[in-house]
């Protein structure tokens, strides 16, 4: 079902919580809210499934306007940060709960609902611990159940509150890439809300980025990560290098020997993989020296200062392949020259 909001406005008190969000989701998409903590993502969630009422705009599911509809009528379904399973029942029992408690026309008989909580328990591949109780679960196997128990109704729509917001690092991993999974075989239309930039980059076909409520940006995730339309998205998704070509620091940039091919504004954001770096062998040519370095996996992070600058806000990043790390043998202390390949320029 797509789902589409205009002119979406909500106070609370003084505040100004959302300002003017106009969004179209398409039906089968699966969206990331993404923004800093306050700026409004679950006062948007909880107005598309209901259970908030905007000040002002219109809310569609499908083209109808719900806008006064109660939350019953909309067909959504909900997964939220902390584990809404109902502790004195069985995960059967809890997935069976949104079936057993329709109106008596609707309901289907109790045959139905075992071969249904069975196959959404093997859907989310944990039938194996259908009669056990929430207590008795892990966070993740928690969350798999709460969208089970979700998926049970036939949403229309799925909204994930920061579902896997309250699990460690690495459960957090595997059940982003299988949410992913589960979408692509289901196709409902899902909107999931995060801070986390790259939980959105990897699970969502669209991220809408807001700030202060209001909506910075949407797109694909390589949208929003190469071409950010403003200076908060660009520092927001991804680590940025933030250099003022204009006044003191346009000097410092000539002096150090930093090329920067045609500006096209007066600050130019650098990602660190868009920085060349060069041994330099006549150290009075560069005012720039690697101060350390992080290994990441398949790419080294180098650590970069400025002569006479060593606070946190002067520091350069760069990053390559390991390989090329190798054959550049840097030390620390070493001198470099650096170039910017490519910018996001901004005024
Ligand atoms: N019922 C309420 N009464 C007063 N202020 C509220 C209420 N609900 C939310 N707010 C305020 O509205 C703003 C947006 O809140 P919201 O929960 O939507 O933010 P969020 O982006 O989901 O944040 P987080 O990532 O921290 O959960 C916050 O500043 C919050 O304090």
Same mark, same amino acid.
């Given at each position: 079902?797509?789902?589409?909001?205009? #002119?979406?406005?909500? %106070?609370?008190?003084?505040?100004?919580? !959302?300002? &003017?969000?106009?969004? /179209?989701?398409?039906? *089968?998409?699966?969206?990331?809210?993404?923004?800093?903590?306050?700026c409004g993502k679950t006062t948007l969630l909880r107005i598309i499934a209901g259970l908030e009422q905007a000040d002002q705009g219109d809310v569609f599911l499908k083209g109808d306007n719900v806008t006064d509809q109660p939350v019953k009528n909309r067909r959504?379904?909900?997964?939220?940060?902390?584990?809404?399973?109902?502790?004195?029942?069985?995960?059967?029992?809890?997935?069976?709960?949104?079936?057993?408690?329709?109106?008596?026309?609707?309901?289907?008989?109790?045959?139905?609902?075992?071969?249904?909580? #069975?196959?959404?328990? %093997?859907?989310?591949?944990?039938?194996? !611990?259908? &009669?056990?109780?929430? /207590?008795?679960?892990? *966070?993740?196997?928690?969350?798999?159940?709460?969208?089970?128990?979700?998926?049970?109704?036939?949403?229309?729509?799925?909204?994930?509150?920061?579902?896997?917001?309250?699990?460690?690092?690495?459960?957090?991993?595997?059940?982003?890439?299988?949410?992913?999974?589960?979408?692509?075989?289901?196709?409902?239309?899902?909107?999931?809300?995060?801070?986390?930039?790259?939980?959105?980059?990897?699970?969502?076909?669209?991220?809408?980025?807001?700030?202060?409520?209001?909506?910075?940006?949407?797109?694909?995730?390589?949208?929003?990560?190469?071409?950010?339309?403003?200076?908060?998205?660009?520092?927001?998704?991804?680590?940025?290098?933030?250099?003022?070509?204009?006044?003191?620091?346009?000097?410092?940039?000539?002096?150090?020997?930093?090329?920067?091919?045609?500006?096209?504004?007066?600050?130019?954001?650098?990602?660190?993989?868009?920085?060349?770096v060069e041994k330099v062998t006549d150290a009075t040519n560069s005012r720039v020296f690697l101060k350390d370095w992080q290994h990441l996996g398949g790419t080294i992070r180098l650590e970069l200062n400025r002569d006479g600058h060593n606070g946190s806000g002067?520091?350069?990043?760069?990053?390559?392949?390991?390989?090329?790390?190798?054959?550049?043998?840097?030390?620390?202390?070493?001198?470099?020259?650096?170039?910017?390949?490519?910018?996001?320029?901004?005024?």
């Amino acid at each position: 079902m797509s789902i589409t909001l205009q #002119h979406i406005s909500k %106070q609370f008190g003084a505040f100004k919580a !959302l300002d &003017d969000i106009n969004l /179209d989701i398409p039906e *089968g998409e699966l969206v990331a809210l993404l923004g800093p903590s306050g700026c409004g993502k679950t006062t948007l969630l909880r107005i598309i499934a209901g259970l908030e009422q905007a000040d002002q705009g219109d809310v569609f599911l499908k083209g109808d306007n719900v806008t006064d509809q109660p939350v019953k009528n909309r067909r959504i379904g909900f997964v939220f940060q902390h584990y809404a399973l109902f502790r004195h029942m069985t995960v059967f029992d809890n997935i069976a709960f949104g079936l057993r408690v329709k109106p008596r026309k609707e309901r289907p008989g109790e045959a139905q609902i075992k071969d249904k909580v #069975h196959a959404l328990l %093997q859907l989310v591949q944990l039938d194996w !611990l259908h &009669d056990r109780f929430p /207590d008795q679960l892990s *966070g993740g196997q928690r969350q798999r159940i709460a969208l089970a128990r979700a998926l049970a109704v036939e949403p229309s729509v799925l909204l994930l509150d920061e579902p896997f917001g309250a699990l460690d690092a690495s459960v957090r991993k595997d059940l982003r890439l299988w949410l992913r999974h589960l979408h692509h075989e289901l196709n409902v239309t899902s909107i999931f809300v995060t801070h986390d930039q790259e939980e959105a980059m990897e699970v969502a076909s669209q991220i809408v980025v807001l700030n202060h409520g209001k909506i910075e940006q949407k797109g694909t995730p390589s949208e929003i990560y190469d071409q950010p339309q403003s200076d908060f998205v660009s520092r927001f998704i991804g680590q940025t290098n933030v250099f003022h070509i204009e006044g003191d620091e346009q000097h410092w940039l000539k002096s150090t020997g930093i090329i920067v091919d045609e500006p096209k504004g007066t600050v130019a954001h650098v990602r660190p993989h868009n920085i060349d770096v060069e041994k330099v062998t006549d150290a009075t040519n560069s005012r720039v020296f690697l101060k350390d370095w992080q290994h990441l996996g398949g790419t080294i992070r180098l650590e970069l200062n400025r002569d006479g600058h060593n606070g946190s806000g002067s520091t350069i990043y760069a990053e390559m392949p390991n390989e090329q790390f190798r054959e550049l043998a840097l030390h620390k202390g070493d001198r470099v020259a650096l170039r910017i390949k490519h910018a996001h320029w901004f005024n």
